[in-house]
């Protein structure tokens, strides 16, 4: 099949924009560590028995170095437990959550906090919070009917 | 040619059309209230919740508008361009498709009012609805497949008859969306079938959520491609005929579909980029051939305004862009989807923006999301359905488009582009800011963020009642055409340039392409799904409304 002349300059540089654009983000991601969250390995737990279920049976934030933490958290309708974190400025804290019912949002505005809570399964997140403030923790996917007012707090301090 | 079209099947051709301007009217006020709910202008009477009103302007919009539309307008494309009218057997599947779909819309929407079923149209487990909104669901998909088993029916009648003949191309276009969407609904039966409907019933206690939401995604990207190829259809062969030009090249225009074809399906878990339980790997294989469907909107763009500019030239215009004052701005037929492909430039960019695996992270489930679907599937697409309803429905009634209907045609376009402007410029804006998209009217107890966004919803809430207004314009003119004055309006078909290319008959090998297919969904798909079948968790099922 031909293809006119300019239209073949229009793929090519087409398809070099997508090839380079690709590169970028695979190399970022593999090579670089910027991950896509939630998914280093996969796990599969009984959403109901989350309490004898370690880490979930002690949710909340725990110093696992020196500016190291990690928050277990359990999404629930409508709520986090637990709902405030509380963390210097500079930390970088692990997030760990997982779902008691059904599928959550995980999002922190302003930040790249962003991933999903699925019953019986395990998402992580790190992030490193360089300032002060109070920061809201919101679920951004639909659970029902008490979906807007779940949230929660984060403060570095 | 000939003259007028076949009244059976113009009868059958409107049916579609109206339900789907009714559904359109009915997704169209949630909308409006939606806006001015969440910008806190008004609050619900009787007991209607948000979420409700979400998923019936989700369900009615996404599912039925544009379910509809698509099938009318395929159906009169292959009376059209495949014999002059339909044979007995497609169009009897067409009447069965239109029934059961139009059963499974009523019986939706009813379980939706009913507060049965407010789990909006993505109806993720483990929220569980009442058994029949997916009964409601199967109704509907079944019957588009019936439709799609009628388009199949005219186009080996028309291949029997017509031996060695190239197929035209509007015929080739539809047989290759229907082929799509019967490879791509069989995510969505699946779960529906094998997962929601025998747990809803109570006869299994559980539900695997992950395998459920990786089917749904399995069907909801090649969704949109369902809403896209019918207007891919429209600017390929009506836009060149209504401009008075010709198709740039009928092979690229094929080799598009094809492409579409192929790389629309294997593609789903760019919806699941920031979810645990799928493995870093698969998310990026599935990344890059998401991006693939680049190739074919660069053909279709070039081809587009290749097919302007060489009119444009032909009729005596001169520089680099003389020939965009030569395109009929005042004909509806051409300026409706004309816009919607100038807004599907912005539109597709975003796009790649959100399938941009980690970039995702930025803009996963705010509003950004929501402003984004309503450029490419609310505008770009809509514009074009409603620029192809103001010919279709006086074609096919044996009606004329009145120039009052053209006047009012181009009043409500202009106003749904504004807007749009308005509401899908501020969901993208404050989306960024990381405001979450499907959620009621919240401050989360007064946070400095959301009050931030505040003035955004109070913009969303002005787009959306301008979107009315245009959509109360769009109703009247349907209105007008079904009684304007008798008369021959021309079903356009573009031809193809006399020195483009001959079309390679590889195009029409479909056991080829089906083969190519399924190899790239195997390959996409087969190891995450078995661990998520062989190590997934079940959960049991929650009514949270």
């Excluded at chain 2, 789907?20 to 008004?42: D, E, H, K, N």
């Excluded at chain 2, 080799?255 to 878990?269: A, D, N, R």
Aim: proline share 5%.
């Amino acid at each position: 099949m031909h293809i006119h002349r300019l239209e073949k300059i229009w793929l090519v540089f087409g398809m070099s924009m997508l090839a380079v654009f690709l590169i970028m983000l695979g190399v970022s991601a593999f090579a670089m560590g910027m991950q896509t969250p939630g998914s280093a390995h996969a796990h599969a737990l009984d959403p109901t028995r989350l309490e004898e279920t370690a880490p979930f049976d002690k949710p909340g934030v725990t110093q696992t170095g020196d500016k190291e933490y990690e928050a277990v958290l359990i999404a629930y309708g409508f709520g986090f437990n637990p709902d405030k974190i509380e963390i210097p400025a500079g930390s970088t804290v692990k997030f760990t959550a997982t779902s008691s019912d059904v599928v959550h949002g995980f999002e922190i505005p302003g930040t790249t906090v962003n991933f999903m809570v699925l019953p019986g399964e395990v998402s992580h997140l790190s992030y490193t919070f360089d300032k002060p403030g109070e920061y809201l923790i919101l679920c951004n996917e639909y659970c029902g009917v008490g979906h807007q007012s779940m949230f929660a707090k984060l403060i570095v301090t | 040619m000939h003259s007028t079209f076949d009244r059976k099947d113009g009868k059958l051709v409107l049916a579609h059309l109206l339900f789907a301007y009714g559904a359109l009217l009915l997704g169209g006020v949630c909308g409006m209230l939606q806006g001015m709910v969440r910008s806190g202008s008004i609050t619900l009477p009787g007991g209607i919740g948000y979420y409700q009103l979400l998923t019936a302007h989700g369900v009615l919009m996404a599912l039925v508008f544009t379910t509809f539309f698509i099938i009318g307008f395929l159906y009169s494309a292959i009376s059209r361009t495949m014999g002059g009218k339909l044979g007995e057997a497609s169009r009897s599947m067409g009447w069965i498709g239109f029934a059961l779909m139009g059963a499974g819309t009523v019986l939706g929407t009813i379980l939706i009012l009913l507060n049965k079923a407010t789990v909006l149209y993505t109806f993720y487990a483990p929220l569980k609805a009442s058994p029949y909104f997916y009964i409601a669901l199967v109704l509907l998909v079944v019957g588009s497949w019936i439709s799609g088993y009628g388009v199949f029916a005219q186009y080996r009648k028309w291949r029997k008859e017509n031996g060695g003949k190239l197929t035209p191309l509007l015929g080739f276009m539809a047989v290759v969306t229907m082929l799509m969407w019967q490879i791509a609904t069989l995510g969505v039966a699946a779960t529906v079938l094998l997962q929601f409907i025998p747990w809803s019933f109570g006869w299994t206690d559980t539900i695997n959520v992950l395998l459920s939401r990786t089917l749904f995604w399995y069907f909801g990207h090649p969704l949109v491609y369902f809403w896209l190829m019918p207007a891919y259809m429209c600017w390929y062969v009506i836009i060149p005929k209504i401009i008075g030009g010709k198709i740039y090249s009928d092979a690229l225009a094929r080799l598009s579909f094809i492409l579409l074809l192929l790389f629309s399906i294997p593609v789903g878990f760019h919806h699941q980029l920031m979810e645990p339980g799928i493995s870093p790997f698969w998310k990026f294989l599935q990344v890059v051939l998401t991006f693939m469907v680049v190739v074919p909107t660069l053909i279709t763009a070039f081809s587009l305004f290749a097919t302007f500019e060489l009119n444009g030239r032909a009729k005596g215009a001169r520089g680099l862009f003389g020939w965009v004052r030569k395109l009929p701005w005042k004909d509806v037929r051409f300026f409706a989807p004309f816009m919607g492909m100038l807004v599907f430039i912005p539109a597709g960019a975003g796009g790649l923006i959100n399938a941009s695996n980690q970039m995702n992270a930025v803009v996963h489930n705010t509003l950004w999301v929501t402003g984004h679907f309503h450029l490419t599937v609310a505008t770009s697409v809509a514009l074009t359905f409603f620029g192809i309803g103001y010919w279709l429905i006086p074609a096919v009634t044996g009606r004329v488009l009145t120039a009052a209907m053209n006047r009012l045609g181009i009043a409500q376009t202009v106003l749904w582009c504004l807007g749009m402007l308005f509401m899908s410029g501020a969901m993208h804006v404050s989306g960024l800011l990381g405001n979450p998209r499907r959620t009621d009217y919240t401050t989360y107890n007064d946070s400095p963020e959301s009050v931030l966004w505040m003035p955004y919803h109070t913009a969303m809430a002005v787009g959306g009642i301008i979107l009315f207004i245009s959509l109360l314009v769009l109703i009247r003119i349907v209105v007008g055409l079904l009684r304007s004055p008798k008369g021959k309006t021309e079903y356009p078909i573009g031809e193809v340039y006399d020195n483009a290319e001959k079309t390679p008959r590889l195009f029409e090998r479909w056991g080829l392409w089906i083969a190519v297919s399924a190899v790239l969904i195997v390959v996409a798909y087969t190891v995450p799904l078995i661990g998520m079948i062989a190590g997934g968790s079940e959960s049991p099922g929650y009514v949270m409304w």
